[in-house]
């Protein structure tokens, strides 16, 4: 008969739960094997292991809420972004700030008419195309990143690699200076201050460095091609970072960029304080200049993915998301200045 009593649907019922249950029970153990083969970080961790946010145990309160607002106040508009890094996740989260900011792809960029962004995720380079050859700002980790990422980039722009005379260096950290002996060997020029030629001598980015070569000095402005790019010595994230201000055109409109080499905050107390002491002259300087353009050396340190975006997607009616304009970049460097303070008055010190 064809008829099902109620007991064998029940039991279909059951058989076809049972089915099911298997099946899950199947994926489960496919997940685990997964799990053990590949990746760690498909394995959850404990939550007793999970990161806790830095802790402030001698915060010096009233300075801390002083600063916390002064830079809070700063980040009008798009610098909210920058106050949410400086301020906020880095140093109390670090971990997320990491987990941005990892070896990584990203598209090169023609930010400006003349200059482009040839780095990767965790950190940037620059290329600023001059009417006698490409000046590189940094140079990557290694050498070969420089060759695989860095050089490929160039081309991907338009720009011949064999034309890098010049690499700038921002400062005396691996990241930045890596790649600089792969283009000193085909005749590139490495410049660096002072002070970061000695520490690269010194071994203090723990990747071989370039042999030294050009020294700038404070104030110094050197002419590559037609393009001038004026040097300012400004320690604190190293004790001679190199930071640079130089023109560019926008669809022909002319911006002058301040490039401050090491934004990144210093663990050290008085490296924090010759940092705020940098951060004040470079306002000083900046304003007398009328720098009006901002970029930095890690793609967290100018937005740089999320402005390239707005570079993707531009119309003719858009801003250079690049461009904040003379008051707003004053903004964006009375953030860095007062975050700093901020860390210091968290750490319970006064700057
Ligand atoms: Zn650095």
């Excluded at 590949?38 to 007793?48: E, R």
């Excluded at 402030?56 to 508009?77: C, L, N, T």
Aim: charge should be neutral.
């Amino acid at each position: 008969m064809a008829v099902t009593s109620r007991r064998d649907k029940i039991d279909e019922g059951m058989e076809s739960g049972m089915n099911r249950m298997m099946v899950s029970a199947a994926s489960f153990i496919v997940m685990l094997a997964a799990a053990s083969s590949g990746s760690a970080q498909q394995v959850p961790k404990p939550i007793a292991e999970w990161p806790r946010p830095a802790e402030f145990p001698k915060e010096d309160r009233a300075a801390a809420i002083q600063h916390f607002h002064k830079a809070r106040d700063y980040a009008v508009g798009d610098l909210f972004a920058d106050f949410a890094l400086r301020c906020v996740t880095n140093p109390k989260y670090l971990t997320r700030v990491n987990n941005e900011q990892y070896d990584g792809h990203v598209e090169p960029m023609q930010v400006f008419d003349d200059l482009y962004r040839v780095g990767q995720m965790a950190v940037s380079a620059w290329a600023l195309k001059t009417s006698d050859g490409i000046v590189l700002f940094d140079t990557l980790n290694n050498e070969e990143e420089a060759r695989d990422i860095l050089e490929p980039a160039l081309r991907k722009v338009g720009l011949d690699p064999k034309d890098v005379k010049w690499a700038i260096l921002t400062h005396s950290h691996g990241d930045h200076f890596g790649g600089a002996p792969y283009f000193q060997r085909k005749g590139t020029r490495i410049i660096a201050s002072d002070l970061d030629w000695k520490a690269m001598a010194a071994g203090k980015g723990r990747v071989p460095a370039p042999s030294r070569d050009m020294t700038v000095t404070d104030g110094q402005t050197m002419t590559f091609g037609k393009t001038a790019v004026t040097f300012y010595v400004t320690p604190g994230h190293t004790i001679g970072t190199l930071s640079t201000i130089f023109p560019v055109t926008d669809r022909g409109a002319k911006h002058l960029v301040g490039f401050y080499g090491g934004a990144g905050l210093p663990r050290d107390v008085d490296a924090k304080r010759a940092q705020i002491a940098s951060l004040s002259r470079w306002r000083t300087i900046t304003t007398k200049a009328g720098v009006d353009a901002q970029i930095g050396n890690h793609p967290l340190n100018d937005e740089g993915l999320e402005r390239d975006e707005q570079l993707l997607y531009r119309r003719k009616q858009d801003p250079n998301p690049y461009v904040l304009g003379r008051a707003m970049y004053q903004n964006y460097l009375g953030i860095q200045e007062e975050c700093v303070r901020f860390a210091l008055a968290r750490d319970g010190f006064r700057d």
